[in-house]
């Protein structure tokens, strides 16, 4: 049941990059200089669900969009520094008023059956995803397009009524497909979207529901053919299984849980057959007040509560110490991260003091603290299935009551969850966490416009200069005012709470040590998956192609 | 009784109708859409967007109207499209013929299922005969307290031990799914040892909790039937105590397991969620657990449907059943 709704969560990620982060501690065997990079071998991976489509603008599942990150390539991509790099793109001109971007695609790039890649191919994807019949959740970047253009071979423009910082980072992977293939054709009902050709490192062989997903390398490949020569996915939906696997030889790569990366794979046979790494993924998870709950409006109350609890204690205790406080909506070691925003250590005589102020006493001395004659209680909303967020709250629920504040705690179904209490604003706190990829426009979450029912503002933030900043940082290319305005909203979150920002996780994955060539940045280990080789007197599988 | 038949074949129809109706009504009033998955808590997404997709599905439409038109189809034996992102015909997704017969849903959990059910019978019943025959002897407190430990051992708990102990520190067994990564280089014999070596420890969990349930059942039908005065007139007559117990006791010991097999067929194409989770086995009951996850109403529909029909087809077949074993019955 756990891994489901990982699954669900994991739907609000950015579809942008392969689901890989980036790397920061890496333990186990360095790469030796005498090995030389050679063609071969397999790689082993678990997918704990099944891939639906894979075909990107319509996938929602991470599943899907992991098997289809290998097929599939965008015009740009993000560099291991998170800039944006060209991909399929040569290169590309923004206009000095950020209306118009033109796109210099690369020539000579094939699609797996032979045919050249061209603009013809953006511009049939364009259309695709904004087409009415296409049921695909990412058509609303591509509607703010107000005008796109095949200029030759080569070249492809697109022009819109605003300048749109995120604009560009959208021409990505999910608006590339093949016009000579399915032009004219329903792709919904497509025989394309279960044997799809594209133009990325892999192809794929042989897709059997429910059990696995084979994959060749694309020996064409416009970055040079990759020396893996098959990436296998394995469909093994229990993680604890799937260690096991892992153990005993049947996986070559996984994602660990914070207690498999302390614990279970602290021994001599991991040191000497796999190799661990550890990176923050962008995302966080955040405790969020109903800021339309008249005891939450003030803000001294949400300061009181951000200073009886200690976020150390947290990631110590629930992610055995992999992962960070948060201090902000961005991860740390991106460049819009501010490190100097106003901090909550704990400290229960601040939190008692300020709760003083905002009127809160225990008046008839039961414990639990109160005003008007109603005593300080409310509950804490989060999903049913999340271990991290439950031990989470338990942690709060404790560290609450020390300060007379006397918390519940109920666990809910996701789509109830959802339709029942978040859309309603049935909740006085919930917490959740958001996955948003590296683009730093929270426009979304933040902007006071955003409240309505169904939209993501829904503890109903609202600060005129935060709307103002993030219209701001949207409607700028320059990195450098971009960086101010994202630095000033971090300032005055920080200092407003509307969310107690708790941590951000680490991404912990494990491959095994045969594989080399692996280097760790920020953005994870996937990006140079087509660099990564096994010396071949390591390699275990023999691809007859 | 020919008379008889028809009449309970014409009472299954409506039956069958309002069955569909309730669980077409109740899953639709469970929070969620099938939407939910692309749209929920994706700041990408625009309320027009959200309509589009809503319109898509045909879930603007009010829910008899749904149920109209799901009905309409159904009855020339189609259920529809399914509602994830796929968008695949649901009986493509359980009877899949793009795979071979081996390994479609339905096969896997149909196979698992019977298998398991012989066991559990071929294990069940001599020990319930046993146990009933030398009751408070040593072998049924024995065999009574392992049946009561194995009910209550949790299966997944079990599974993942039995995981650990043949497929890692012995490495006599796979770990997961159903068949090896080198399957298709094996040879014939090859690859019928493989599914079998993955067959071994899903079929043997799944068993296990059944005989403790099934003996305890055999026990008592079978103590019941031996205080029975006929049993005391063939002791009587002079039989062998072998005669006694199997000519006529078990006989008439085994009329109510006629029932439990009947209601049993409809668990033959119920996968168990939790060891096909555990072992990464493609069945039913994954299918069937993301389905009603992920509010895919015509797949959830479809394997409810399925569901069922196979049940009043197990109730009929235990009726007959009956009909045949017990003379009673058939005077009435």
Redesign the interface.
Known sequence: MKR?IVT??L??V?VFTNNEGMAAETSGMASGALEQPAYGDAI?AALS??P??LIPM????SA?HDVAGLIFNGLVKYDTDLSVTGDLAESWEISPDGLVITFHLKKGIKWTDGVEFTADDVMFGYKTIID??T???????Y?QVKKAEVLDRYTFRVAYDKPFAPALTTWGSLVVLPKHLLEGKDI??SKF??NPVGMGPYKLKKW?????VVLDSNRDYFEGRPFIDRY?Y?????P??QF??L??G?LDRMGLTPIQYKKQTDNEFFRKNFRKFRYPVPSYTYMGFNLRHPWFKDKRVRQAIAYAIDKEEIVDVVLFGLGRPATGPYVPGTWYYNPDVRQYEYDINKAQRLLKEAGWSDTDNNGILDKDGKPFEFTILTNMGNNLRKNTATIIQWRLRKIGINVRIRLLE???F???FIDKRRFEMVI?GWS?GFEPD?Y??WHSSKT?E?E?NFVSYSNPDVDELLEKGRRTFDIEKRKKAYYRIQEILADELPYIFLYVPDATPVVHSRFKGIKPTTIGIGYNLHEWYVPKNLQRYSIKP | MTIYLLKRFLEMIPTFFGITLLSFFIIHLAPGKPTDLLSEMNPKITPEAREKLEQLYGLDKPIAVQYGMWLKRVVKLDFGESFSTDRRPVMEKIWDPEQPLLDRRLFVTFSINVLSMLIIFLIAIPIGISSATHRYSLFDKITTTSVFIGFATPGFWLALLLIMLFGLHLDWLPISQLKSMDYDSLSMSGKIWDRTRHLILPVFVSSFGGIAGLSRYMRSSMLEVIRQDYITTARAKGLPETKVIYKHGLRNALLPIITLLGLSVPGLIGGSVIFEQIFGIPGMGALFYMSVMMRDYPLVMAILTIGAILTLIGNLLADIGYMFADPRIRVK
């Not at chain 1, 394995?234 to 229990?238: A, E, G, L, Y």
């Open positions: 489901v669900f969560l739907l609000s950015i082993v669900g099944n639906s489509v319509l996938a929602g599942d899907s009415e019949k049921a695909t959740p990412y058509k609303g970047d509607l919904t009902k979207a279960r059997a529901a429910g059990q696995e296998i394995r469909i093994i939906p229990d604890a299984t096991i696997e153990r005993a049947g996701w789509s109830a959802i339709n029942e959740l948003l929270q979304d979450i309505g169904k993501f």
